[in-house]
Every structure is written in C-alpha cells, then in structure tokens.
Nanobody, 120 residues
Framework: QVQLVESGGGLVQAGGSLRLSCAAS????????MGWYRQAPGKQREMVAS???????NYADSVKGRCTISRDNAKNTVDLQMNSLKPEDTAVYFC??????????????WGQGTQVTVSS
C-alpha cells in the first residue's frame, strides 16, 4: 500500500504559476514511476506529466514547455511546477504512483486530488 498526500492547488489568474507537491509513504520501495494527472468536469482523467525512477520524464503535449516535473527518489516526492497557466488547465489534479513488482505486477495508487482553478 502507498499513501499519497498532495498540496499546492489553488486559484490563480491566467499567466500565473502554481507548484503542486506530492509525498508518498508506505511501500515506496516498489514505486516505478510517479506523476500527475488531471480531470476537468465532464472529461476523462488525463496524464499531465510523469517521471520514472530512472529519471525519464513524459509530458502531455498541452503542457510541454509550461510545466516541469521533478522527483526526489530519496524523499519519495514529486512536484509539478506549472507556469503560464491557462483557463483550460482548470481541473482536479491527482498525484499518481505506479508500483511494479514480480509478485503483484503493476498497481496504481492515487492521491485525493487538489483543485487548480485558472481564471481568465
């Protein structure tokens, strides 16, 4: 089991910045990747950015150049720095931890979500 605690959401004007933080606890030794997803009202949850334990990162096209994911493997944290925010970035943002091991296979854990609202 892994527990994820998020912080950093809020209300910001278009063009502004926010930093989301997520800390994992529990069976963190099996974490293969951590990342951020978001879900806007009426839409499916989508990946925003992810980072593997090996340092590889992946970004959604919609946030490339505006967001930076940073992961601290030793502290089991993952942050998302979001700049030049747009109203369409408004969503609930969820921290994700993907665990992978021989016995249990792949498992995903989610944080409770943090609201990001960008006003125009």
């Amino acid at each position: 089991q892994v527990q994820l605690v998020e912080s950093g959401g809020g209300l910001v004007q278009a063009g502004g910045s926010l930093r989301l933080s997520c800390a994992a606890s529990g069976s963190t030794f099996s974490i293969n990747a951590m990342g951020w997803y978001r879900q806007a009202p009426g839409k499916q949850r989508e990946m925003v950015a992810s980072a593997t334990s090996g340092g590889s990162t992946n970004y959604a096209d919609s946030v490339k150049g505006r967001c930076t994911i940073s992961r601290d493997n030793a502290k089991n944290t993952v942050d998302l720095q979001m700049n030049s925010l747009k109203p369409e970035d408004t969503a609930v943002y969820f921290c994700n931890a993907r665990l992978r091991d021989v016995i249990n296979g792949t498992r995903n854990y989610w944080g409770q979500g943090t609201q990001v609202t960008v006003s125009s």
